[in-house]
């Protein structure tokens, strides 16, 4: 693709949920034509209402957009998308696959597309729904080189900062360390809010202190306002979501001989999550779970 294409400022979004939705909105904000796609008729009609030229078919996104971002939630999607685009026939496509998948799901992606002439960019996300709506995202870009930088408005369009972190993978590898502390520093926002309010201290008060203080996180600063509310809604990681999540990053500590012990202590706690009901809450509802629990 050469930079004449990304000058004219015309991308395909394919997936717009939480991620894909609000990515596509800045893009649209900061003057690039956006087209997209989802396979749910709701998501497309949301998008349109946010000036996205929404599209009933992968095809008619691909046919116009030389650019193409792909925010996706299985690796089945992401196959599926790649397998239709080879099929099309089409000149040069880039894909920006932002997903949070298998290392070699995304490999078998690329070749896919690779062996049809275009080209995948892995670059998942640092950041959340909520971020995202705010334009308050990294990008962790890995792959072509000469195109990562081709693609420099692209990623301003949405994201606050991004980085070539190298060869196709490191962008996932980058993202699984980074949720790797995810995981972590939200169930210790949770025990924290819990362990303020059995203390009797008024949580609203917890969450402006501590925040931003020497025990405070970024996940602090976003998760425990909706602890010290109660109330998980709308967002911006679903529990069930993140369960995903928690398997690949697994996964890959498996694969590279990483031990995780405190990673993998967290895990019951979003599994408890899950049978209480509250996969298609925030993650920050695992504080709920904390609630539950007797004292000791």
Not at 31 to 48: I, K, M, P
Not at 89 to 109: C, F, M, Y
Not at 165 to 185: D, Q, T
Request: a negative charge; one cysteine or more; aromatic letters at 6%.
């Amino acid at each position: 693709m050469g930079e004449d294409h990304v000058m004219e400022k015309v991308a395909g979004v394919v997936g717009l949920g939480i991620m894909g939705g609000a990515m596509s909105a800045n893009l649209v904000r900061a003057g690039w034509r956006v087209l997209g796609f989802d396979t749910e008729a709701a998501r497309r009609d949301d998008a349109a209402a946010l000036g996205v030229d929404a599209k009933a078919s992968l095809e008619e996104v691909a046919l116009e957009a030389p650019l193409l971002m792909t925010s996706l939630p299985s690796p089945a999607a992401l196959l599926a998308t790649a397998r239709a685009l080879a099929a099309m026939g089409l000149p040069r496509r880039v894909v920006a696959e932002t997903s949070t998948l298998a290392l070699a799901d995304k490999a078998e992606a690329e070749a896919v597309l690779r062996a049809a002439g275009h080209v995948l960019l892995d670059c998942p996300l640092s950041g959340t729904g909520s971020q995202a709506r705010m334009r308050d995202l990294v990008v962790y870009a890995s792959g072509d080189a000469a195109e990562i930088a081709r693609l420099a408005p692209f990623w301003e369009g949405f994201a606050r900062d991004w980085h070539d972190v190298g060869a196709f993978g490191n962008g996932s590898r980058m993202k699984f360390v980074a949720n790797h502390l995810v995981a972590i520093h939200n169930v210790a926002s949770a025990e924290a809010m819990v362990l303020a309010a059995r203390a009797g201290l008024d949580p609203h008060q917890v969450v402006r202190l501590v925040g931003g203080g020497a025990g405070g996180s970024r996940v602090f600063q976003l998760r425990a306002p909706m602890m010290a509310d109660r109330h998980y809604e709308p967002a911006t990681m679903r529990v069930s979501t993140w369960q995903k999540d928690m398997a690949v990053i697994a996964d890959f500590a498996r694969e590279v001989g990483a031990p995780l012990p405190v990673f993998a202590a967290t895990a019951p706690i979003y599994d408890a999550a899950m049978a209480q009901g509250l996969g298609a809450k925030d993650t920050a509802a695992v504080a709920e779970v904390l609630h539950s629990m007797p004292p000791g």
